[in-house]
């Protein structure tokens, strides 16, 4: 039978005191400063939904066929100091989950990857994919994902099409990209 037994209490003198772990500091990245365009690629800014972590922005197109969400996010704390590939590859792997949950709730739902790639971009790494994502009594609908990094905070850009290729809405958002950081200059 195992038995419980108390620990000593960690006590510590200033001979110790610089080997005992001490908390990251959070990351203060301020996602305010970032210049929101009102259009993107033909899109029009829908709404903004913002937390002291987050900002996500959703444009849609005239006639509510296509619509596009760029969200910023805080690197999490301790990420500043990862190779900036990993940490993208490590981002995109946890939106990628995330879908693949939403598409496991539902038995009627599915969700088919087309490609993924993780790429330089701009001379940043990135990770895309399309997709193609099945739900009932619905037209298949086209995704694309991109995600990347500037200035210390991560960029994803998801958009999505009852019409448009995946492959179409891979340049879209691309495009997107592209005019976001020129509003940054």
């Known amino acids: ?26 990351n203060q990245t ?42 910023l996010t805080r690197l999490p704390t301790g990420w500043d100091n990862m190779d900036p590939h990993r940490a993208v590859a490590s981002y995109y792997s946890e939106a990628r989950q995330r879908r693949v949950q939403r598409a496991l709730s539902n038995p009627a739902n599915a969700l088919s990857i087309l490609s993924e790639t993780l790429l330089d971009l701009e001379g940043q790494p990135a990770a895309q994919a ?29 958009n999505a099409s009852y019409q448009q290729s995946s492959r179409w809405l891979m340049q879209h958002a691309k495009r997107s990209l592209a005019e976001f950081r020129a509003a940054q200059e």
């Open 1 to 26: 039978m195992l038995q419980a037994r108390k620990l000593p209490s960690l006590s510590a003198d200033q001979d110790t005191a610089h080997s005992i772990a001490e908390p990251l500091p959070d």
């Open 30 to 71: 301020d996602l305010s400063r970032f210049h929101i365009p009102e259009t993107l690629a033909g899109l029009k800014l829908d709404g903004e939904i913002s937390s002291t972590s987050a900002r996500t922005f959703r444009y849609v197109g005239e006639e509510h066929q296509e619509s596009l969400q760029l969200v």
């Open 130 to 158: 399309q997709m193609r994502w099945i739900e009932p009594n619905r037209p298949i609908q086209n995704q694309s994902l991109l995600i990347t990094l500037v200035d210390g905070a991560f960029i994803r850009i998801s």
